[in-house]
Structure formats: structure tokens, C-alpha cells
């Protein structure tokens, strides 16, 4: 079974700053997703991956499949950015998939 | 509009008592899900569903039933069985030729169990 962590669990930092959250992952994987959870509970699909870089906005993941590594990018961090960031990996089947515990993240203004 | 539609978004049950928590999809995916998400904790598989009538245990089935009757719809129902039912309860679907499991979940319920 596949292990996800992901650091730093708890992350604070000011309005601008450029943010890195990072993934690794024990198993090869088909795709890494990238996911964002609100106060309210709800989640979102950020990016899926299956190699290289994707970019959305601000918003910036890249995978390394050799050392089973991903980080994400936030450039130009904004409150509105406060969230908990989740990464999950899926082997291609049809079970689920296994997530990370998530990052904390808070912009302050 | 096409989505989830997870109720109620909070839900407060006696303990000993069973609950079934409803997620309901109009995207026409055929595979669902169901996770339990707990603080410091990642999301856990509980069951799910590749096609209707068919369903799979996940990693903590124990305590839990799902049925699927309808493609539509994959109702979760916590029993009493279940030791530690507070959770923050979410439902997933995708698509049958999803390459890579991507998933789109349901906003999720709250149950707290008294």
C-alpha cells in the first residue's frame, strides 16, 4: 500500500510570499493529484499529474516520478489561498485513492 | 447543473443509532465512493462502487454499508457497529474511462455522533 506524506503539515506566512508544499510518495503511481479543501469541507481538483510540470493561474505542481517527489507552487500568495492543501495518488485502478494528511495553510494579510 | 449533492451537510445522531447519509450524482459517472476524512487525519476509503449492484469493501469498512441500487445514487449507512463514528464524511464519483482516477467530490457531511 502506498504511504503519502506531505510537509509541512502547518504552514503560516505573509500576503506575497512564494509557497512550497511538498509530496512523496513509496509506490509508483499512474497520477498525483493536487487537492484543496476550504473551512466549509468541500474539495476541489487542483491539477492531476502523471509527469513534468503544470501550471494554473498561480497555482504551479510538478512531479518527479523517479524519486516520487511532487511539490506545489503558490507565487504571489493571497489570503483568499488560505486552505488545506491535500495530495493523493491514484495506481489505475479503479479503487480510490490514497491521500496525504493535508497541509494547513494560512496567508496573513 | 451537473454535481454531487451530499445531505444533510451536518447531521447529529444518539449513539446506538444507525444514519445513512445520502450522496446523490448527475454527472453519469459510474464509479463512486465514499471516504471518512478526521482531524490530522488523510481522507480513508470506506466502500465503492464501479457499477450499480457491484460494490467493494475499502480500507475501513468495518461498521459501515453502502448499497447501489441506482447508478445515481450510492447511500452510506453507518451502524451502530461503528465505534468511532464522528467524521467528516465524503462522496466521490468518476468517470468510467478515467485514465488516472480523477475524482470530483460531493461537499461532504458533518455527522457527530451524542
Known amino acids: 500500500k502506498n504511504e503519502v506524506e506531505q510537509s509541512p503539515q502547518n504552514l503560516t506566512a505573509q500576503e506575497g510570499e512564494f509557497i512550497t508544499i511538498n509530496c512523496s510518495y513509496s509506490v509508483g503511481i499512474s497520477a498525483l493529484h493536487w487537492l484543496q479543501q476550504h473551512p466549509g469541507g468541500g474539495i476541489v481538483s487542483l491539477f492531476m499529474?502523471?509527469?513534468g510540470k503544470k501550471k494554473h493561474g498561480r497555482l504551479i505542481a510538478t512531479i518527479n516520478i523517479q524519486e516520487k517527489h511532487s511539490s506545489l507552487h503558490i507565487t504571489a500568495s493571497h489570503p483568499r489561498d488560505s486552505a488545506v492543501y491535500i495530495c493523493?495518488?491514484?495506481?489505475?485502478?479503479?479503487?480510490?485513492?490514497?491521500f496525504g494528511k493535508g497541509t494547513h495553510l494560512i496567508i496573513q494579510p | 447543473d451537473g454535481g454531487i449533492t451530499q445531505s444533510p451537510k451536518y447531521l447529529f445522531r444518539k449513539e446506538g443509532q444507525n444514519v445513512t447519509l445520502s450522496c446523490e450524482q448527475n454527472?453519469?459517472?459510474?464509479?463512486m465512493y465514499w471516504y471518512r476524512q478526521d482531524p490530522g487525519q488523510g481522507l480513508r476509503l470506506i466502500y465503492y462502487s464501479q457499477i450499480v449492484n457491484d460494490f467493494q469493501k475499502g480500507d475501513i469498512a468495518e461498521g459501515y454499508s453502502v448499497s447501489r441500487e441506482k447508478k445515481e445514487s450510492f447511500p452510506l449507512t453507518v451502524t451502530s457497529a461503528q465505534k468511532n463514528p464522528t467524521a467528516f464524511y465524503l462522496c466521490a464519483t468518476r468517470e468510467r474511462d478515467s485514465t488516472y482516477n480523477e475524482q470530483f467530490f460531493g461537499p461532504g457531511t458533518r455527522l457527530t455522533v451524542l
Open positions: 493523493a495518488v491514484s495506481g489505475g485502478g479503479a479503487d480510490g485513492l490514497t
Open positions: 454527472l453519469n459517472h459510474d464509479a
Open positions: 499529474l502523471s509527469s
